[in-house]
């Protein structure tokens, strides 16, 4: 019998999702990277911190990489967990005094450079969009997801090197792209030192069932990878980066939230998502809800946090 979502005979199946986090890991410790803490009176920005101390932007700048940018927000009583947010698809900076206020160091990361204090490096723009997603797609793991998880982790182990930080209590949260890459930071990291995700509306969840449910962002996009010569390529490549297939390594707590009316991410396939955790999970469904950065999620990811970090 058909299964109702062939695209996952193309799926990497769990051993060759093993070894693509060995081979992640093996690329992030034979990158070099500097960092530089800048100095927040030297940005121009209208925005401050002014009641916290030793908070900035961090210029990274990995061998072979182009420079990336990370935010920086240290526990006032140190040493401290520490959190890691990553952005949506837009690379919009997020600072998190609340968070830091509870008690954990936070490192926001905008991986491949294409935010900066300055703004958005458009020139890294395709088609007046970020082109990650697409590149992973049509050019390869390696050129697009690829490098932006690496990015992320010289990020971590730059944090996890602090004396302010204890390395083995992290955990990773995020929004839509942020907490689609959370829950694959959450595999990469199950071994060392991952203790909790906290994924708010997590895009990079079941792409064929995207799909199915015409996700605003899928028009055609099965019609496209289809005229390829060897559509099972693509196939694959997306599978590297949907949560499905990293669920078996999800051994951690996590949290879920779920839009009812969210055409981004479809409950739907966060709930699939869910099903197939093996460990300690909740998910969040608020209805008539859409896509976007939900006002209940911090409050859920910070009990998450208290319970489980």
């Avoid at 949290?255 to 009812?260: H, K």
């Amino acid at each position: 019998m058909e299964t109702p979502f062939p695209e996952f005979e193309h799926y990497p199946d769990a051993r060759a999702i093993d070894a693509l986090i060995a081979d992640l890991w093996a690329q992030a410790e034979a990158t070099p990277c500097s960092a530089e803490l800048l100095d927040p009176r030297e940005i121009i920005t209208p925005v401050t911190m002014a009641h916290m101390a030793g908070f900035g932007f961090v210029r990274f700048e990995p061998t072979g990489l182009d420079p990336f940018y990370g935010f920086w927000q240290p526990a006032a009583a140190q040493p401290a967990p520490l959190l890691i947010h990553t952005p949506g698809y837009g690379a919009e900076f997020q600072m998190h005094p609340d968070l830091v206020a509870q008690g954990y160091n936070v490192l926001h990361v905008n991986p491949l450079g294409y935010n900066t204090p300055e703004g958005p490096d458009t020139a890294k723009q395709k088609g007046g969009d970020w082109p990650v997603f697409a590149d992973t797609i049509f050019e390869g793991f390696d050129t697009g997801y690829g490098p932006w998880l690496v990015d992320v982790m010289v990020a971590i182990r730059w944090a996890q090197g602090l004396p302010s930080v204890l390395p083995d209590r992290v955990a990773f949260f995020g929004t839509s792209q942020g907490g689609g890459a959370s829950l694959l930071l959450g595999s990469i990291y199950r071994d060392h030192g991952a203790r909790c995700v906290a994924a708010d509306e997590p895009w990079m969840v079941h792409f064929p069932q995207c799909c199915a449910l015409e996700a605003d962002w899928s028009a055609g996009l099965r019609e496209a990878i289809a005229a390829f010569e060897e559509p099972s390529v693509h196939w694959r490549r997306l599978g590297m980066v949907d949560a499905l297939s990293h669920a078996h390594r999800l051994k951690m707590p996590v949290l879920l939230t779920a839009g009812g009316a969210d055409r981004t991410c479809p409950p739907e396939t966060i709930q699939t998502l869910y099903e197939r955790l093996p460990a300690t999970k909740s998910i969040t469904y608020l209805e008539a809800r859409g896509h976007g950065y939900t006002q209940q999620f911090p409050y859920l990811a910070a009990a998450w946090f208290r319970m489980y970090l």
